[in-house]
């Protein structure tokens, strides 16, 4: 046998000796779910791997946009419910969201006004100190173009 196969077979053996010696936190235990059309088995990530191929990806395109590999700034800046965006992409949270309408202008045309009224002087009680570049932001009136073009991107 050729030293490069018998260091291999020794790699792999290091490699089987890991797996065996971890393999009780490898996966996660699966959950069982009652859903309308019966039980399902959902296999939880053990790890964050679709947050961080957000981010990645969210990188990737201000790398791409801007030519500076640092997203300190843009995401001090960011909306805090602006990667929820990205959820308008999921069929199944557009469902959800939509309820029963063909777009989203149509559902928020059924929004009760009042409601929201309410809800925003509740929320107004709360004080929150909001940093002066994030008041700059808010207050731009082409705002939500601006956020469609950079999620777009």
Do not use: H
Not at 12 to 29: E, H, P, S
Request: glycine share 2%; aromatic share 6%.
């Amino acid at each position: 046998m050729t030293d490069k196969k018998q260091s291999q077979i020794k790699s792999y053996q290091k490699m089987i000796k890991q797996i065996d010696k971890y393999w009780d936190k490898l996966f996660a235990d699966p959950i069982t779910v009652e859903t309308s059309s019966g039980q399902i088995t959902l296999q939880p990530q053990r790890t964050n791997n679709m947050l961080e191929r957000f981010f990645r990806d969210l990188k990737r395109r201000n790398r791409k946009k801007s030519g500076t590999i640092s997203l300190n700034k843009r995401l001090k800046s960011m909306l805090a419910d602006t990667p929820l965006i990205k959820n308008l992409d999921n069929p199944d949270y557009m469902q959800i969201i939509l309820d029963g309408n063909d777009t989203l202008e149509e559902r928020f045309k059924k929004i009760d006004g009042c409601m929201v009224t309410k809800k925003l002087k509740l929320e107004q009680k709360t004080y929150e100190r909001i940093s002066p570049e994030m008041r700059k932001i808010i207050q731009c009136p082409d705002l939500p173009e601006k956020l469609s073009l950079l999620l777009a991107a």
